[in-house]
């Protein structure tokens, strides 16, 4: 158990949906990833936040947002969902996520969606 | 941009017998960490060992190891006494040392079986 907790762990909805991810970082984290796992794409990252601000952007579609709460969670909106968004959402936190990369991101179980 | 290559989609290995995973990798920086995560069925990322490119030395965990070739951008995994549940996907990651917030760039990943 990495101590990350995301919810819900499956999903399943239709084309043109919107859904939110949630993520609960370890316990003093302040810097939170999300990454996608899908099977032609393999694993990428797609937004960064520390202490409740954006801090680096990846391969991230319009159509998704995300933000960090002060209580430190953190969301992943996806919206007009198709049915390319169907993968493994990871989040991952760590420690400070700031400069150097020497710092290890823990990451949780997964979200698993299926866009139908 | 960095990348990271796993040239083997599919390793097989007996039980009690070592097995190599090999990763290459591109990148014009000098200061970076690379990183082994397992993915075993249940879909979880777990960190199975890490090394700071300034290390000469190889980093061991237990009964996983590297071998890191700094010249050659190579960074491959050894793993000793095979048990059934290493039985998993391993992702090899890199991630820059650069200030800032670089997130964890991923190869495609090798599948590892492991007979009983």
């Known amino acids: 158990d990495s101590g990350v907790t995301q919810t819900p762990k499956h999903l399943i909805t239709a084309t043109g949906q919107r859904v939110t991810l949630r993520c609960s970082p370890r316990?003093?984290?302040?810097?939170v990833y999300w990454y996608q796992q899908s099977l032609d794409q393999g694993l990428q990252f797609l937004i960064q936040y520390y202490n409740g601000e954006e801090r680096a952007k990846g391969n991230i579609l319009e159509r998704f947002s995300a933000q960090q709460f002060p209580d430190l969670h953190s969301e992943l909106n996806l919206s007009s969902l198709e049915l390319g968004d169907s993968a493994l959402y990871f989040c991952a936190s760590s420690l400070r996520g700031g400069a150097g990369g020497w710092e290890t991101q823990y990451f949780g179980p997964g979200t698993r969606l299926l866009v139908l | 941009a960095q990348t990271v290559t796993q040239s083997q989609p599919e390793m097989s290995v007996q039980e009690a017998e070592t097995v190599t995973l090999s990763c290459t990798y591109d990148?014009?920086?000098?200061?970076?960490?690379l990183f082994w995560y397992k993915q075993p069925p249940s879909r979880q990322m777990i960190l199975v060992i890490r090394q700071e490119a300034y290390k000469q030395q190889n980093a061991t965990e237990n009964r996983f190891s590297v071998n890191f070739q700094k010249a050659a951008k190579s960074f491959s995994l050894k793993i000793s006494d095979s048990q059934l549940g290493d039985a998993a996907m391993y992702f090899c990651a890199y991630r820059s040392d650069l200030s800032g917030n670089t997130p964890l760039v991923f190869g495609k990943g090798t599948r590892l079986s492991v007979i009983a």
């Open positions: 990148t014009s920086e000098s200061d970076y960490y």
């Open positions: 316990s003093g984290d302040l810097s």
